[in-house]
Protein backbone atom coordinates (compact mmCIF):
# COMPACT_ATOMS: atom_id res chain seq x y z
CA UNK A 1 0.00 0.00 0.00
CA UNK A 2 1.74 3.53 -0.80
CA UNK A 3 1.16 6.52 1.41
CA UNK A 4 -1.40 8.12 -0.46
CA UNK A 5 -3.37 5.10 -0.37
CA UNK A 6 -2.79 4.66 3.13
CA UNK A 7 -3.84 8.07 3.86
CA UNK A 8 -7.12 7.48 2.00
CA UNK A 9 -7.82 4.65 4.03
CA UNK A 10 -6.74 6.02 6.86
CA UNK A 11 -9.48 9.12 6.55
CA UNK A 12 -12.15 6.55 5.37
CA UNK A 13 -11.69 5.16 9.24
CA UNK A 14 -11.95 8.23 11.21
CA UNK A 15 -14.89 9.25 9.36
CA UNK A 16 -16.57 6.40 10.38
CA UNK A 17 -15.61 6.73 13.69
CA UNK A 18 -16.97 10.07 13.72
CA UNK A 19 -20.15 9.22 12.61
CA UNK A 20 -19.80 6.23 15.25
CA UNK A 21 -18.99 9.09 18.12
CA UNK A 22 -22.11 11.38 16.80
CA UNK A 23 -24.61 8.45 16.72
CA UNK A 24 -23.81 6.18 19.38
CA UNK A 25 -26.95 3.69 17.67
CA UNK A 26 -25.19 3.25 14.58
CA UNK A 27 -22.58 -0.08 13.84
CA UNK A 28 -19.45 0.05 12.54
CA UNK A 29 -21.10 -1.73 9.43
CA UNK A 30 -23.90 0.70 9.56
CA UNK A 31 -21.20 3.84 9.57
CA UNK A 32 -18.74 2.25 6.62
CA UNK A 33 -21.98 1.94 4.49
CA UNK A 34 -22.88 5.70 4.95
CA UNK A 35 -19.09 6.68 4.27
CA UNK A 36 -18.87 4.35 1.41
CA UNK A 37 -21.70 6.11 -0.35
CA UNK A 38 -21.72 9.57 -0.08
CA UNK A 39 -20.05 12.13 -2.41
CA UNK A 40 -17.36 12.56 0.42
CA UNK A 41 -15.95 9.16 -0.20
CA UNK A 42 -15.49 9.98 -4.00
CA UNK A 43 -13.95 13.26 -3.21
CA UNK A 44 -11.49 10.99 -0.37
CA UNK A 45 -10.96 8.91 -3.20
CA UNK A 46 -10.06 11.71 -5.68
CA UNK A 47 -6.31 12.33 -5.89
CA UNK A 48 -7.23 15.82 -7.62
CA UNK A 49 -9.06 17.17 -4.26
CA UNK A 50 -6.59 16.46 -1.81
CA UNK A 51 -9.58 15.46 0.89
CA UNK A 52 -7.20 12.97 2.17
CA UNK A 53 -4.92 15.38 3.24
CA UNK A 54 -6.96 17.50 5.33
CA UNK A 55 -7.57 16.89 8.82
CA UNK A 56 -10.67 14.11 9.40
CA UNK A 57 -12.93 16.58 11.08
CA UNK A 58 -12.76 19.20 8.47
CA UNK A 59 -13.27 16.38 5.60
CA UNK A 60 -16.39 15.52 8.52
CA UNK A 61 -17.86 18.66 8.28
CA UNK A 62 -18.52 17.88 4.56
CA UNK A 63 -19.85 14.65 5.63
CA UNK A 64 -21.97 16.14 7.67
CA UNK A 65 -23.33 18.92 5.10
CA UNK A 66 -24.18 15.77 2.91
CA UNK A 67 -25.99 14.04 5.10
CA UNK A 68 -27.81 16.62 6.25
CA UNK A 69 -29.53 17.05 2.44
CA UNK A 70 -29.65 13.35 2.19
CA UNK A 71 -31.91 10.44 2.64
CA UNK A 72 -29.28 9.42 5.37
CA UNK A 73 -31.30 11.20 7.87
Known amino acids: M ?3 TEMMASMIKNLALLLLEQNNE ?7 SIV ?3 ETYRKVMDER ?3 YYQS ?6 FLEEELK ?5
Open 2 to 4: NEK
Open 26 to 32: LTMEQAL
Open 36 to 38: FNS
Open 49 to 51: THF
Open 56 to 61: PKYVFA
Open 69 to 73: KSKFE
